[in-house]
Structures are given as C-alpha cells and as structure tokens.
C-alpha cells in the first residue's frame, strides 16, 4: 500500500534551516509529484508548495519564496522539504503529500503522518 | 489569490443527522475543488475530489456537488467516526488555498 513516512520533529532556534524528510513506498515514485502542507498549532491547513518528482519542476507558495527548497532523491524514493530562516511564526506540523492527477485536475491522496517543527528564540 | 470560505465554521449534531458544509471560492473555478477530513493529531484524508467525486474506500454518506463558486459536502447520516474538522481545498490554480475547516462536533 501507498506510505509516506516522515522524519522525526525538530526544534530549532531562530535562525535556523531545517529539512524534513518523506520516505515513500507502494507506487511509482516518478509518476507522482510530492507536496508539502504545514498547520499551525489550531490553524487551518497552509499549501506550501510541490514539486513534479520526474521533471524536478517546483511551484512555491509566494509568502515562502527563497526560503524554502523542496527536492527529491529517486533512488530512495524520498522527497525533502528544506526551510531556511526559521521564525515563531514557522512553528508547525508539516505534512508531505502524493500529488495525485485525478479527472484533470489534482488531489492530494496520501499523507504523511507530519513531522512537528517547533521554532523558539 | 482564490480564497475559500467555508460555513459553518463548526456545527454540534447528532449521530445519523444529515450534515451540509458549505465552500465558496473568490472566483469561478470549475470542478477543481477537493474535500478532506481531518481527526485529531492525524494527518488530512482525502474524501472527495473534482467536486462530487468519492475517494476509493470512502463511505458512500459522503457526497460532494457544485461548480463554479459554490460547493457542498454532505454527510447523509452522521456517524460516530465521522466527528472531525473537514477543509475544502481548490487546485484550480496556484497558491492552492484551503478553507478555513469545518469543526463537527457531538451535540
């Protein structure tokens, strides 16, 4: 069955980078894209962004361009999201998420299980 | 940006209550619009996609319709597992953006 595994949570000062990891298994890694979904503690769901697992090709939420990277290592069919510059406000659960073609459009079908990135100053 | 607004923000009911949540977007956006449910401390599930079409494995209580601006999720008959936030998402264009959720709550 589809997995998408994440790496463990991290704190992290002010300042900081951090990268989380998404390990998948149960499909073809390639013909996917992967995207990344934070949520604040109590908040709503925030898109960060994807990237096209085949192409390498990215598409970034505005409010995190040059601050955040996301990239994939076929060969162990893991997808990362790095985040650079960490403030309070990048305190969160971060998910990655199997970008799905579904009917011409997208959905995203499988989920990691988040990994909590907790900022302090 | 397309922004979406979901009413109610959270709504209490009874276990085999029919549910309505509603998601509005900004702007006309076509089917591109997705459902998920969401328990605590759990990642996001999805349950609809393309407005009105049923995840696999999804019970068949969940239904989604619109087009355009306006769409609806329905729980035909509210069951225990179903009490949970649900979030309307679009993928018409980028930044894909969410609602803001539906808090169900036992009444």
């Known amino acids: 069955q589809v997995q998408l595994i994440q790496s463990g949570a991290e704190v992290k000062k002010s300042g900081a980078s951090v990268k989380v990891s998404c390990k998948t298994s149960?499909?073809?890694?390639?013909?996917?894209?992967i995207a990344w979904v934070r949520q604040a503690p109590g908040q709503g769901l925030e898109w960060m962004g994807w990237?096209?697992?085949?192409?390498?090709?990215?598409n970034y939420a505005q409010n995190l361009q040059g601050r955040v990277t996301m990239t994939t290592d076929t060969s162990t069919s893991t997808a990362y999201m790095e985040l650079r510059s960490l403030e309070s406000d990048d305190t969160a659960v971060y998910y990655c998420?199997?970008?799905?073609?579904?009917?011409?459009?997208?959905?995203?079908?499988?989920w990691g299980q988040g990994t909590l990135v907790t900022v302090s100053s | 940006d397309i922004q979406m607004t979901q009413s109610p923000s959270s709504l209490s009911a009874s276990v085999g209550d029919r549910v309505t949540i509603t998601c509005r977007a900004s702007?006309?956006?076509?089917?591109?619009l997705n459902w998920y449910q969401q328990k605590p401390g759990k990642a996001p599930e999805l349950l609809i996609f393309?407005?009105?079409t049923l995840q696999s494995g999804v019970p068949s209580r969940f239904s989604g319709s619109g087009s355009g601006t306006d769409f609806t999720l329905t729980i035909s008959s509210l069951q225990a597992e179903d009490f949970a936030s649900y979030y309307c998402?679009?993928?018409?264009?980028?930044?894909?953006?969410f609602g803001q959720g539906t808090k169900v709550e036992i009444k």
């Open positions: 990237i096209i697992v085949y192409s390498g090709d990215t």
């Open positions: 998420a199997r970008r799905a073609v579904v009917t011409g459009s997208f959905a995203l079908d499988s």
């Open positions: 998402q679009q993928t018409y264009i980028t930044p894909w953006t």
């Open positions: 702007q006309t956006m076509s089917s591109y």
């Open positions: 393309a407005a009105s």
């Open positions: 149960g499909y073809t890694f390639s013909s996917y894209g």
